[in-house]
């Protein structure tokens, strides 16, 4: 039944949010069966996925629009509630220069009402119809589970914004569609796919309108009922969606001015609700702390913004999180240690090594270690001088733990990134020159490549002058974040290579020292 539900979750097109946080926690290799036009482009680090969330390098071509949105989604088990969610918010569009002719590309982010402000956006492509072209995101694999979880509610939105698309994650569907001058009107009839058999389309209804078609639209409505399953266990559920553009009804003129008037006041509100933000009472989150494992999407979101706030507000419940990681589930112990993990304090660190201590008693708890190593490598917190003491251990107890050697190590590279130390450096020399096999040497190889730090150039040396062209193809992308004259200079090199894979490597390490990804 959990498969059914995963799959009917896919199939109700505007449920993006829902059906990609079930299927991103429960059979990830299967969410990521999405089609061509919105595939995931791979090959970005956590790093990439932070400086294209600060827009650095692509400014917009117009003003910034804002949209307010609204999105309800029901879903109920042979009559039972598993999902009640509303949630609301401004929705940013930022219009890039396009590299297609005929096409947008916009860069879409979101701020909640409660103040939740996700460090992620994604960039979708549109032809002048409506349709999806192209998606780009940041890799799921890159990022905190709060930020997978915000990617997810993005897609939600970009899959209303791309409006006259056929498809969803199910693949393609049959619709009636109707177009009028300044309205788009669409309503899925059937899928035509059998992955979607036996999900019934009870009620679709998705409007677009526009006052201006020069401009972008200025309101999404929509509202979609679907059924699967077998009478007794019937998996029903209900979504609906309104997205409104700021200043909307006005003209142009006056409507881009209520749209920066709109960013500006919903700047100073998240502003000011981080400086004076509302208590969370810590007997709240104590009460719903079991939900989390049945939580998905935007309510488990929710509740992990309002658990990390409460921490922040009452610091002395650490001892009582750590209890309830230990005492709890796979799935709800990855969301204590990722609140944790972003919290980022000294004593938070303390905690999430005296966890790794007693998961180390337990041989079946070897994945939730890899989850604190890993959190350790994505938090933005710098580490203390003790958990890259512990990180060390770690890494040098290759014999007894292996994989978890190599997950530490890739947790030194990346503290080194974000605070150069050399001993840490010296550390993943050692390591790397002690490697016992090639795929060993490749593992500390990429955990240099983390690090970002010219000054381990001397120990890729000798990979780079490898005969083996797959040690080469990895030493030269090691070197993407060694942002130095030299570096530059070595990597331009391997544009010659004779290996197609090496020449690639050097395009895209290149592509990284640049700013360009």
Known sequence: MRRLLIRFSFAAGTLMTLALAVAYTLHREESERLPKAIAEKAGLSSDAVRRFAREAKEEPSRPRTVYRFKRTIRATLSGKKLVDVVLSGSLFVDELPAKTEGARTERLSFVLDEGTTPAVSLKLTLDRDGRLLDLRQPPTAGLSETDAEAVSVLKDLASILAYASDEDTLGRYAARVRKEPNRFHKSKLRYETAAAEGIEILKSRHEVEWSDRAELPTRFTGEEETRAGLARQAIETFSAYAIVRAGAGREPAQARADT??????????????????????????????????????????AFYHRTLRSLKQHPEKIAELKDWILKSGARSATFGIG?????????????????????????????????????FTTTEAKLEPETREFLAEVASDKEAEPELALN?????????KKEPSEGDE?????????????????????????????????????????DNSRVRAKAVFALRWMRADAVTKRTEEFLTDASPDVRSAAERALRYQRGES
């Open 426 to 466: 010296r550390k993943l020399l050692e390591l790397t020159r002690g490697a016992a096999d090639l795929e060993e040497k490749l593992a500390y190889i990429d955990a240099i490549g983390n690090s970002g730090s010219p000054n381990l150039l001397p120990a890729l040396e000798d990979s780079l002058r490898s």
């Open 260 to 301: 920066a008037s709109a960013w500006e006041e919903t700047r100073l509100a998240v502003q000011a609700r981080g400086l004076v933000a509302p208590r969370v009472q810590w007997t709240e989150i104590r009460a719903r702390w079991n939900e989390s494992d049945s939580l998905i999407g935007q309510p488990r979101l």
């Open 408 to 416: 530490a190590a890739f947790a030194i590279g990346a503290s080194i």
């Open 339 to 375: 609140v944790l993990a972003t919290h980022g304090t000294p004593e938070a660190q303390r905690t999430l090594r005296e966890i790794y201590a007693e998961l180390a008693r337990l041989p079946e708890a070897r994945g939730l270690q890899h989850t604190i190593l890993s959190s």
